[in-house]
């Protein structure tokens, strides 16, 4: 969108998204057990968070308190849980621990994605260094796109692009 001036016409599936939008909502409110679960003791939600240091901004869905002190982002995802979209889930979910404990000037050594298609499953992410460093990697690389207009090689995995507005394009 940015580079190539060629939008996603999401407006198309304005009443798809507007349908998911309701469930997602409704799915969200019932999740209480999972914050006791994992000794959540404040929450705030759909909590915008931004860092020109770190080059990030979004809007996580909830920012956990634990009664360790440290703090821990919690997302959710309406997708069931695979392998291959747990890399890129966790990937984000690195990027929010980063701006939280920027934010908020807490540790934050773990985060929770919640499957919340057919039933619910709640993964944990323990972060490690390796994990913060490659979170860095990716935002440079998207930066190399944005900036020098780098084109990106086609993501070696084809499932990706099945609901993508680019497919016919990319190469
Ligand atoms: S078609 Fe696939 S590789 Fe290309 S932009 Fe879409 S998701 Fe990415």
Redesign the pocket.
């Known amino acids: 969108m940015n580079c190539l001036n060629i939008p996603q016409h999401e407006e198309l599936r304005y009443k798809v998204l507007k349908g998911r939008e309701l469930h997602e909502r409704k799915e969200k409110e019932n999740r209480e057990y999972f914050r006791k679960k994992i000794g959540c003791i404040n929450k705030e939600l759909s909590v915008y968070v931004a860092s020109g240091s770190l080059r990030l901004r979004g809007i996580i869905d909830e920012v956990l308190t634990l009664s360790d002190g440290s703090m821990a982002p919690l997302d959710y995802k309406f997708t069931e849980y695979r392998d291959f979209l747990f890399e890129t889930h966790k990937v984000q979910s690195v990027l929010y621990a980063m701006l939280i404990r920027e934010t908020y000037n807490k540790p934050v050594y773990k985060g929770y994605i919640c499957y919340a298609k057919d039933g619910a499953s709640l993964k944990e992410v323990i972060y490690k260094d390796t994990d913060f460093e490659y979170a860095k990697d990716t935002v440079d690389d998207i930066f190399r796109v944005i900036l020098r207009g780098y084109y990106p090689k086609?993501?070696s995995w084809p499932n990706?692009?099945i609901d993508?507005c680019?497919?016919n394009i990319?190469v």
Do not use: F, N, S, V
């Open positions: 086609k993501t990706r692009c993508c680019y497919k990319c």
